[in-house]
């Protein structure tokens, strides 16, 4: 995955706002009102933290409301649906995940065409998933979950937040690579999931490591493994599972920007300018780097090439291991 350095986003961005001809940025389309955020996820969770942290930014730059809608269901369904029957005008856009561009259309039949109803605008950040535990788990490594889900088989259990996302392919790979079947509890959100796992109730999640920063850091939940190619600077110590005996295992996620169907270019233009803006915000970069989020940013064309080799690329997974909700 191809992401921009942050100083030479900022740099880039920066020279780019100094230099625009002033008579094409005034010609920008104009928000005449609130500009409805819809989010695919509960509160508390990683898109949220994203969608919040821009909300505010982008609230400051266009002279209107952001105002963040968790629209949650159907692992980002409903959320992509409310999106698609909105005016495509520019007042309603999606922080859509991997999943929902990449990974649903290729196991369901889905109420919208997403290459017909969705424009994509940018992507916004990529995570990694970690693997948590509760704090009086007997999972204590990777080894130990493989382990479990040998000895108790459907018993051993997995939270996700619905079909397609990358914690449901999580658990379904590390199955397909362990040789075992672990139990999917889904959830609407990380958030919600974070108390059944610190309780017991739910015995593991692969999940986007921004949401359970807090947790880890307070024992309510343990950090088991990490699935990312190399170690994470926020916790370096963390087993890297890819490298910890089971190779392949490399899960990123990513969230980005998407707009209505039929939206006009101009408008897909000033949004795809308006996000690269905000993450050149020192703030938002501060804030997404304290939290465990690479920063993305680029342009459209950098965003379709993305979900085209991330369809291709979970494509082959889903075929390969027969992947389907659940």
């Known amino acids: 995955m191809k992401f921009i350095h942050r100083r030479g986003l900022a740099a880039l961005l920066g020279a780019a706002a100094l230099f625009a001809p002033l008579a094409a940025r005034a010609a920008d389309p104009p928000f005449t009102r609130d500009i409805r955020f ?3 996820f509960a509160p508390g969770g990683t898109s949220d933290l994203i969608g919040r ?3 505010e930014q982008l609230g400051k730059q266009v002279g209107q409301q952001v105002v963040v809608e968790n629209r949650t269901g159907g692992g980002g369904v409903v959320a992509t649906q409310e999106l698609t029957r909105s005016a495509p005008d520019g007042h309603t856009i999606l922080l859509a995940s991997m999943g929902i561009l990449t990974v649903t259309p290729q196991m369901q039949a889905l109420p919208y065409d997403v290459d017909r109803d969705v424009i994509p605008v940018t992507n916004i950040a990529s995570v990694y998933n970690i693997l948590v535990a509760g ?6 490594t990777w080894q130990d979950l493989a382990r479990l889900a040998k000895e108790r088989g459907r018993n051993t259990s997995c939270a996700t937040v619905g079909a397609g996302s990358s914690q449901q392919l999580s658990c379904i790979l590390f199955g397909a690579l362990t040789g075992t079947t672990i139990t ?16 017991g109730r739910v015995d593991v999640m692969f999940g986007n490591m921004p949401e359970f920063l807090g947790q880890i850091r307070d024992g309510g939940l343990r950090a088991v493994a990490y699935g990312a190619a190399e170690a994470s600077p926020l916790i370096p110590n963390l087993p890297v ?16 920007v998407v707009l209505p169907g039929r939206t006009p270019d101009a408008m897909v233009a000033r949004w795809n300018a308006e996000l690269n803006r905000a993450m050149a ?12 989020l690479q920063m993305i940013g680029g342009t459209r064309e950098d965003f ?6 991330d369809r291709q690329r979970w494509g082959a997974i889903i075929r390969e291991h027969n992947i389907r909700p659940e």
């Open 281 to 292: 915000a020192p703030e938002v970069q501060r804030r997404f780097t304290e939290n465990g």
């Open 184 to 199: 999917q509890v889904p959830y609407r959100g990380g958030a919600p999931a974070i108390l059944d796992i610190s309780t």
């Open 38 to 40: 819809l989010n695919p």
């Open 53 to 55: 942290i821009l909300a």
């Open 241 to 256: 599972i890819s490298k910890d005996g089971l190779p392949g295992f490399v899960i990123p996620s990513w969230f980005g």
């Open 135 to 140: 704090p009086n788990s007997p999972v204590r």
């Open 304 to 309: 379709q090439r993305q979900i085209a080799a």
